[in-house]
């Protein structure tokens, strides 16, 4: 079974870069999509963006101009960056994949990123 | 990007009961919805994909239906670990968006 487990800061300054690793254990990175979903404190779930293995990118055009999602097939990691955080970006960041259902069904436990100065 | 709007916001049950949950999109999304739970300080467990199918793992009380732009989730009696938010979640066409959730209380 995969499992993903998510990396980073957990306290970023505004203006500046958040910065989160995803590590991909049970299975091999170079295979699927790879998805960054995040969690506003108390609120609903926003879809970051995929990568899949072969570094194909698809962002949530609302993040488009700040995000870069990334994999290293080496170390069977995916990463995020956002740039230019304000508070708005305080929130649980997921990373997640499909199974067969095309659908998330593995998660990583969360980390949450605070944006505060 | 097809907005998914979820009611009620928050139902208020008991175990035992039969709850129906509803989730309309703003364009058809064909048969490409899922349903998700999420219990306080956990990650989203996947339930239901393709508006109907169970996903591994998933017990035969849940089950969805479904097609185009109204969807619903039912548990046909709910059991105490079911009560959480339950969130429905398009794969139509970028960006794949969720609804904004219902919250299943106990009474």
């Known amino acids: 079974q995969v499992q993903l487990h998510e990396s980073g800061p957990g306290l970023v300054k505004p203006s500046e870069t958040l910065s989160l690793t995803c590590t991909v254990s049970?299975?091999?990175?170079?295979?699927?999509?790879w998805s960054w979903i995040r969690q506003p404190p108390g609120k609903g779930l926003e879809w970051i963006g995929y990568?899949?293995?072969?570094?194909?990118?698809n962002y949530n055009p609302s993040l488009k101009s700040r995000l870069t999602i990334s994999v290293d097939t080496s170390y069977n990691q995916f990463s995020l960056r956002l740039s230019s955080v304000t508070a708005a970006d305080t929130a649980v960041y997921y990373c997640?994949?499909?199974?067969?259902?095309?659908?998330?069904?593995?998660w990583g436990q969360g980390t949450l990123v605070t944006v505060s100065s | 990007e097809i907005v998914l709007t979820q009611s009620p916001a928050t139902l208020s049950l008991s175990p035992g009961e039969r709850v129906t949950l509803s989730c309309r999109a703003s364009?058809?999304?064909?048969?490409?919805l899922a349903w998700f739970q999420q219990k306080p300080g956990q990650a989203p467990r996947l339930l239901i994909y393709?508006?109907?199918t169970r996903a591994t793992g998933i017990p035969a009380r849940f089950s969805g239906s479904g097609s185009g732009t109204d969807f619903t989730l039912t548990v046909s009696s709910l059991e105490t670990e079911d009560f959480a938010v339950y969130y429905c979640?398009?794969?139509?066409?970028?960006?794949?968006?969720f609804g904004g959730g219902t919250k299943v209380e106990i009474k």
């Open positions: 979640q398009h794969r139509s066409n970028w960006p794949f968006t």
């Open positions: 990568i899949s293995y072969s570094g194909n990118t």
């Open positions: 997640a994949t499909y199974d067969h259902s095309n659908y998330l069904a593995f």
């Open positions: 049970g299975g091999s990175i170079s295979s699927s999509y």
């Open positions: 393709n508006a109907y």
């Open positions: 364009q058809t999304v064909s048969n490409y």
